[in-house]
């Protein structure tokens, strides 16, 4: 089951911060995100592995609610260098260890 | 340098024309992945590997065919080709740990055009 990402589209002005949710209507037992900039494949973020857990990395950090079966991604005071479209890739408890499903995907626009 | 390696990157065809395309890595990954890419729909799973001679289908298999023979290879094959085929494809690759699939590193992409 294919996870829901939203929004769709974000336009921030440099210094702005965003949010970009990924929900499954399965329970869920891990999210990767990847950020992919025009052009180019896509790039690890981070793996949250466990309900309730959170990392981040630099300005950027995630959370992932198992109960509520979703997970966020925040970007904290956006810069130019954020832009590109952000996946949530998501594995159920019961999915064969190999299957990885992406939502369609959030394009980010952060501009001067 | 690590990395995952395809091609070609760009190739334009005819309909039934057999192609195959390559991936090849060199982090000694045991799992490996196909996905195609068409705009608006991310990134869906054709097939993947969790290790030499263990393929699996993703969700979009129809009319691919892969094979995985050595560690570093993971061939994407497309036997008769046809213009809904037309798509970005990607090949990533990456450990396996306790928990299945760590993260995944991708290759640079195939553009295929199919006519």
């Known amino acids: 089951q294919q996870p829901v990402q939203s929004p769709q589209a974000v336009i921030l002005r440099e210094g702005e911060d965003a949010v970009i949710n990924c929900s499954s209507s399965?329970?869920?037992?891990?999210v990767h995100w990847y950020r992919q900039k025009h052009g180019e494949a896509p790039v690890f973020l981070m793996i949250?592995?466990?309900?309730?857990e959170q990392k981040g990395h630099e300005k950027i950090s995630a959370s992932f609610n198992e109960k509520k079966q979703q997970s966020s991604l925040y970007l904290t005071a956006s810069q130019l260098s954020y832009s590109g479209t952000y996946f949530c890739?998501?594995?159920?408890?019961?999915?064969?260890?190999?299957?990885?499903?992406f939502g369609d995907g959030t394009t980010l626009t952060v501009k001067p | 340098e690590a990395q995952v390696t395809q091609n070609p990157r760009y190739l334009i065809t005819v309909t039934g024309k057999k192609l195959t395309v390559t991936c090849s890595q060199n982090?000694?990954?045991?799992?490996m992945s196909w996905y195609r890419q068409d705009p608006g729909l991310g990134l869906r799973q054709i097939y993947y590997?969790?290790?030499?001679?263990?393929?699996d289908k993703g969700d979009v298999p129809e009319g691919y065919k892969v094979s995985r023979k050595e560690k570093r290879n993971f061939p994407l094959i497309l036997e008769s080709p046809s213009p809904n085929q037309t798509s970005l494809y990607f090949c990533?690759?990456?450990?396996?740990?306790?928990?299945?699939?760590?993260?995944?590193?991708f290759g640079d992409g195939t553009r295929l055009s199919i006519l």
């Open positions: 399965k329970a869920l037992y891990s």
């Open positions: 949250l592995l466990k309900g309730g």
């Open positions: 590997s969790m290790n030499v001679e263990v393929t």
């Open positions: 982090m000694n990954h045991e799992y």
């Open positions: 990533a690759s990456s450990l396996l740990a306790g928990e299945g699939v760590q993260p995944q590193h």
């Open positions: 890739g998501t594995k159920g408890p019961n999915t064969n260890a190999g299957k990885s499903t």
